[in-house]
């Protein structure tokens, strides 16, 4: 266990924060007995997977838990599904390479999402219309007030859009050890957005490869790498309003963009935040990207709080111009 640890290499926003206590847990057992460590030392404690979906925003008093545990085990199903568990500390775009190149398809539209495969349940990820809830089978969890481990299935895990239990009713209550998908043997490709199906009109017969390969492409032009410029990805979820409040808003902002949702319709944050003039904008070390309004972005020093603070200018502005309130989509610490 190491003491006085500042987390700034483990949160990819680059904040600093220093932890009292911080240990890596690689199997079950380590997690409980960390857990009981904590319980009986009265620490608080702070989980941690990649720190690619958090703002730390001052130190932290208790023992900072990093979910390390390994491992990805196959099972058929049948001729057209394949079962794949992975535990909680794999990195989530190395399984998604994982699994393609054992021919198991569903999740390519998700590479590149940085992370841990433990975290990836809790705000249901997503990206390029498809979401972990579409081939997710089920996950396993230990219960940190009993220590006993819990089996949720997809409907246990209430999913919604960057949503699930754990962010909710059972928020803080588990901890995620495994996740099963259930995965197609044979492909079916889903490039219903924009900049997936301009890369793929060229190709007769796109393979899983393909679309994999021009996820990351696509990403990469556009999203900020954290090793290179700190970041969360998108600071803010995309609201849903009612069809009456985006046709007012539409005759306000012929340009403003919006998709059908179940809900109603889903503005798209970024350009709302664009047309207010704040895409490049920085203050000290704290600034929105220059290639996509959504994502805020540490040029060096910035403090979590200063980057909330931001947040919170950009969220004031968007209420008084769209009357719409955004949501900070990372958890704050
Ligand atoms: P962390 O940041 O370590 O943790 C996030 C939260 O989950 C914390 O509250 C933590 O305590 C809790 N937690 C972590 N592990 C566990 C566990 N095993 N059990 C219980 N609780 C746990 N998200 C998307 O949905 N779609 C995207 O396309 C996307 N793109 C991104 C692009 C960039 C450049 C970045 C930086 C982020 C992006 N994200 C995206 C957000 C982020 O990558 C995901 O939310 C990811 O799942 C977070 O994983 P993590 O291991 O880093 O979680
Ligand atoms: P984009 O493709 O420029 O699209 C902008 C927004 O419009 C997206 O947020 C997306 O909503 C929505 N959208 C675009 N085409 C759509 C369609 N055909 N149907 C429904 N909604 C559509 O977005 P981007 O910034 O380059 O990101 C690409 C994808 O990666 C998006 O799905 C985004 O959610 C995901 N991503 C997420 C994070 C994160 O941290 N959560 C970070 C980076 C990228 P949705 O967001 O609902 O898909």
């Keep these: 266990m190491q003491q006085n640890l500042d ?41 941690l997977g990649g720190g690619s979906n958090l703002v730390l925003t001052e130190d932290f008093p208790g023992l900072c838990i990093q979910i390390s545990l390994q491992g990805v085990q196959w099972c058929n199903i049948d001729d057209n599904w394949v079962k794949v568990t992975a535990q909680a500390g794999e990195n989530w775009h190395q399984f998604v390479d994982h699994c393609l190149q054992h021919g198991a398809y569903g999740l390519e539209n998700l590479a590149l999402i940085p992370g841990t495969v433990g975290a990836a349940p809790i705000q249901n990820i997503g990206a390029y219309g498809v979401d972990i809830n579409d081939f997710m089978l089920d996950l396993k969890a230990l219960n940190r007030d009993s220590l006993q481990m819990q089996y949720f299935s997809r409907e246990d895990c209430a999913f919604g859009y960057r949503d699930s239990i754990f962010k909710t009713a059972a928020r803080d209550r588990y901890i995620i050890t495994e996740v099963s998908f259930k995965l197609r043997r044979m492909p079916k490709l ?64 012929p340009g403003l963009v919006a998709y059908a949702d179940p809900a109603g319709m889903k503005l798209a944050a970024g350009w709302m935040i664009d047309h207010c003039g704040w895409k490049g ?53």
């Design 281 to 333: 904008y920085r203050k000290g070390d704290a600034g929105v990207h220059d290639k996509q309004a959504l994502v805020l972005v540490n040029y060096g020093a910035a403090s979590g709080a200063e980057v909330l603070a931001l947040a919170s200018a950009i969220q004031t502005d968007i209420k008084q111009h769209f009357d719409v309130e955004l949501e900070i989509e990372p958890r704050c610490y």
């Design 190 to 253: 889903m490039v219903s957005y924009g900049a997936l199906a301009d890369q793929l009109s060229d190709l007769a017969d796109p393979s899983p490869q393909d679309l994999f390969d021009a996820v990351v492409r696509t990403r990469s032009a556009k999203l900020p790498d954290p090793n290179q410029l700190a970041n969360v990805g998108s600071f803010f979820k995309n609201p849903v309003v009612s069809k009456l409040h985006h046709q007012r808003l539409k005759q306000q902002y």
């Design 7 to 47: 987390l700034r290499p483990f949160n990819s926003l680059a904040v600093s924060s220093t932890a009292r206590y911080f240990t890596q847990v690689n199997s079950v057992e380590e997690l409980k007995q960390a857990l009981q460590h904590s319980r009986q030392q009265q620490l608080p404690v702070l989980l």
